[in-house]
């Protein structure tokens, strides 16, 4: 049987290793990808410090972008030679830090023309997580066509109700951003360090908040009712800010104070898992998977945890998310790449290990780390 090198997690808290894994040829409407790049996220992180739903020994990675090397017998839109990025997560021959991965064609969008791999596999599981999140979690239409003009804008019910991002400068934070932007929400609110808010501004912010100022809950409050609070249907108040997205899930670091915010009627949606405790050089990472438990909540507010995993049950999403409309946002120039730090090593093994060793440093701000996987020249 073909085999190629894969890196993989293989102890918790251990240096990740190099190794053989088979090349799986593919069936039905699936494609073997040749990955040339990946983008390292904090579930590797997860993973590999805090053993996060892993069966060692587990190929890492679950955003990939490289060139179409063999389909598989049903496969509609995809071709040899085709240049692809996309998010595939469910076992190993599918993950990213390997010279091949075996992928069904709906993981996989096209490179629109004009961009760089590097520049689009910093799309694929975020703007996933966005999509999943906003719909299903927050209960927040982004229909497909997207509207467009004007005067379909006003249709949106929740056109002018804030919503607040919560770590804005995070890749899920800056891809929610342009996404609601781009469908219209206009009262987006979102918190980061001072030095992004300029950016953030830019892609669809009105308002930003500095997470680290200890009075950042009574601040989003204060400017939501100078704006004007928004109103139900019915003419009664509704919380001040009925909808949450936290990127981040720390439970001092974002849900504590988000608590602040949230009242009777506010829905909170939080990218699994809540962080208890982060992982550093000497110490393992806690986890929880209760965002509702995690925080002392008013009364009424709903607080659910975002698994971006179950995407696939939405059927339209499944078909079309990845191969349709992501890269139709991104040749649109609607969502722009996050910002890319390229992570350099001599081997596939160590742009990995720095990549970890840079996530565990929590050295990544309002950036994508990102690196070549595959040495093979074909
Ligand atoms: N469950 C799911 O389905 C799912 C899906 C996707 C992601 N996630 C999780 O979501 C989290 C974010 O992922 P990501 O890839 O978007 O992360 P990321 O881009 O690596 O996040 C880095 C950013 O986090 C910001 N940050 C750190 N602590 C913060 C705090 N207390 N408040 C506000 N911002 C803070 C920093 O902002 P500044 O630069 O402004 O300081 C930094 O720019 C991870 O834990 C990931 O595993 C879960």
Redesign the pocket.
Known sequence: MATHKAVATVAVRGKLALIDVPTVAPAGRQVRVHVEWTAS???DL?QNDGGLLVTHPQVLGDGLAGTVVETGPDVQSLRVGDKVFGFAFKDNTQRAYQDFATVAETALGKLPPGFSLQEAVTLP??TV?VFHAVTKDLGLPLDWPRPVSQESFPKNPHADTPILI??G?????QYALQILRAWGYTNLLA???PR?HAYLRSIGARHTFD?RDGDVASKILKVVEEDGRPQRPQGQHGPAVPFVLD????QK??LSVIAGVAQKGTRVAA??PV?VRDATDNEAPVYCMDVQAAVNWAAGVEARG????FYKDDVFFREHLQPTIVPELLAAGIVKPNKQRIVEGATLLERAQAAMDLLRGKA???E?LVWRVSDLKL
């Open positions: 996220t904090p579930l997860h599981n975020n997580t919560w770590g400068a995070s890749s899920c934070g918190t980061a360090s992004h997470y990127c981040i899930a720390s670091g974002s990218l699994l962080i975002v698994r971006t995993h990544v701000s309002g994508r």
